[in-house]
């Protein structure tokens, strides 16, 4: 904070929130594309319990200064948080920014399976070598089963969010 207080007049904490089963399957996808199998990990509280991230937050820069915000693509003038995100700081889209496209697509459904069955498959075979060519060949996967993210079933969807429903209040 002291170090941002000596650069900038005014701070606010823009903080998007993704709901906590699509942040679950996000987590997911990303721990697959960096080649880590141990997806129970990913059910720790501290990532989806949003309540003590935003008062962690508002201790610091205080609580009129956090500024929760919906991440939902669907909501975001095509898609895009990058125009959302400016009018939060009171900025408009021109010219001046440049758009480097997307960066991270989600794996589909099948191209998670697949990553699966190939990383244990790697681990089980002992084999710790040719990490390097891990990215390339997450893309290989990803142009060989192309298609839009998965979710989870919509009831264990709703056991989920139901999970933090409190702290999402």
């Not at 906590?20 to 960096?34: A, T």
């Amino acid at each position: 904070k002291t170090l941002l207080e000596g650069v900038f007049q005014s701070i606010e904490i823009i903080l998007y929130l993704r709901r906590q089963d699509q942040l679950f399957v996000s987590r997911r996808s990303q721990r697959l594309k960096e080649g880590r199998m141990n997806l129970k990990a990913l059910r720790k509280r501290r990532f989806f319990d949003f309540e003590p991230i935003l008062d962690r937050w508002a201790d610091v820069f205080g609580e009129d200064r956090v500024k929760p915000r919906l991440y939902e693509r669907d909501e975001f003038p095509d898609g895009d948080i990058l125009p959302d995100f400016l009018a939060a700081c009171g900025l408009e889209m021109t010219g001046e920014f440049e758009r480097p496209g997307w960066r991270n697509p989600s794996l589909s459904p099948r191209a998670e399976i697949f990553l699966q069955h190939f990383f244990r498959l790697r681990d089980a075979q002992g084999k710790t070598g040719g990490w390097e060519k891990r990215p390339s060949a997450v893309r290989y996967v990803m142009q060989l089963f192309p298609g839009s993210g998965s979710s989870l079933p919509r009831k264990a969807a709703k056991a989920f969010y139901a999970e933090y429903a409190q702290s999402n209040e």
